[in-house]
């Protein structure tokens, strides 16, 4: 797989500037949503490559969004990260359960979001 786009969803203003600067520094495409909602939507326009999702979010969370995505024909082969400040052993399997791919804690180092970006290369 080849990863040239990638959709950050996060609702904090301060990780999402973070995480689009250490995706976009890298070389990537980077492509920006604040919701789950806003996150589904634009999984289906903008084809991304791979997702870096937060969790705790207003409305639809990072898991929800994910189960929707993963059900879905047209994104159910985007993988999806989660990163969140929810790191503990059972909110990684529940990550895995919703078909999600890794898990970051936050705050998450630069070279964590890369390696975890490159690990999706064939």
Known sequence: MDIKKVLVVD??????SYIKTVVGDAGYEVVAAKSGDEAITLAKQEKPD????????????????????HRDPETKDIPVVFISSKNQKADRIWGELQGGKGFIGKPAEPEQLVEKIESFKA
């Open 11 to 16: 609702d904090s203003d301060a990780d999402l």
């Open 50 to 69: 791979l997702i870096f999702m937060d969790i705790i979010m207003e409305g639809t969370d990072g898991y929800e969004a994910c189960r929707i995505l």
